[in-house]
Each structure stands twice: as C-alpha cells, then as structure tokens.
C-alpha cells in the first residue's frame, strides 16, 4: 500500500509536471544536475512521489526526450520537394535538440537505449517516403540521418560549454586546422545533410509513383 507521502505527491504532481520540472532543471543546469533526488526537490515532494510516474531514470529522461523532440516546429509540405521536405525536417529536428541545454545528449542516451525518441526517425522517414524509395531504403536513410542529426547537434552543444568554459584552444599548433571547427562553420550541417540526400538520389532505388503508366513507358 502506497505510503501517506507518496500518495500526496501523486495528487499534487502529474506526469506532465515532472517533465516540464525535469526540462527546466536540464535548460537551466544541465544534464549532471538532473537526478531523482534535485528534480523531487524542485517539485517539493520526497523522491519516492517521482515513481507513481517513472519507474526510474532512464524511463524519465526518455520522456523528455520525447517533448524535446514533439517541440521541433512543423514543416509546411505545400509546393515542396522530397528533398526540400527532408532537409526542412533536419534542420527543424536539430533546432529542438538545440534548444535546450544537452538536449541532444539527452536524446543520444534514449536512442542507444532503445527507450524512445522514435519521432526523429519517424519524421525523416516521411519526408524520405515522399520521394518514392522502398520501405528498406527509406528506413536505412532516415536512420543515418538520425545519427547525423543527433551527432553534429551533441557536438555544437559540447563545443558551446566548453567555449563558456575557456577550455577550447583556439591557436592553431603547426598552423594547421583544428579539423573539429569544420564543423562549427555556419552551413556545416546543410552541408552534412545535403550530402546525405545526394547520396540517396544515386541509390537509384526510386519505386514509380503510378506503377501502371510506369509499366506502359
């Protein structure tokens, strides 16, 4: 039988409650500050009220996740190509996981874990659907693309905090490029999932719209 305390946290807090507290603790502090024990303390009961809701902490970040990901702005399809709907759907599914403070490192835990985070995939699978490819290629795409997105967005935010930091050298040794700033350029990402689609176009895997004017051609 549940215990008095218990009970009253599960009355005072909902599922969405803890989310949103556990979102902002992420936003404002970071991934390190966000435990069982400070995210009961910010809602104001005993950490024992977290479990009505989540069994445990990976069962919560995942949850998170999940709203990181629900926050990406929608894509207007209209007059739209597949690959404009793609890389539209990219960029948007990045600037979520940019907006909050190691949201993408959030995300990359709950996708090696196989938790959740499936809108990622899910999206760019619908985008990529639209250009006509097979199930197979479509879902092998969306899935590097995933690992593109989540990637460069864990690396902008790492290179973020540790600039806040002083910790990122900025001489150059031997005069030669830090190979890790290609990335920090402005149109970087574009770039990185340009080449994606490119590659894609030339699998050349393509299934007709119409099979039946494909077949009379």
Known sequence: MPRPE???AY????????????????????????T???????????????YWHFPNKQ????????????????????GRSWQQRVQAEATALR?????????AEVVSSTLALGLGAEGLHRRLTGAIDAGGFD??????????MVHFIVGHAFH?????????????????????????????????????I???????ERQGTHVPADPASAGSQ
């Open 95 to 103: 600037d979520a996981l940019l907006a909050f403070k190691d949201g």
């Open 59 to 78: 069962a919560l970040l995942a949850a998170v996740s999940d709203r990181i990901i629900a926050g990406a702005r929608s894509v207007d399809t209209t």
């Open 194 to 200: 340009t080449l994606l689609i490119a590659g894609l």
């Open 36 to 50: 069982m024990r400070h995210l009961a303390a910010t809602l104001g009961i005993q950490p024992s009220g977290l």
């Open 6 to 8: 218990s009970t009253a």
């Open 11 to 34: 009355a005072r807090n909902s599922r969405d409650d803890v989310i949103e507290a556990a979102l902002g603790i992420l936003d404002q502090q970071g991934l390190p500050d966000l």
């Open 156 to 192: 902008e935010q790492q290179r973020i905090q540790a600039d806040s930091l002083g910790a990122v050298a900025h001489a150059h040794t031997l005069d030669r490029e830090d190979p890790a700033e290609a990335t920090d350029r402005p149109g970087a990402f574009d770039f990185g």
């Open 135 to 144: 199930e197979e290629t479509s879902e092998l795409a969306a899935a590097t």
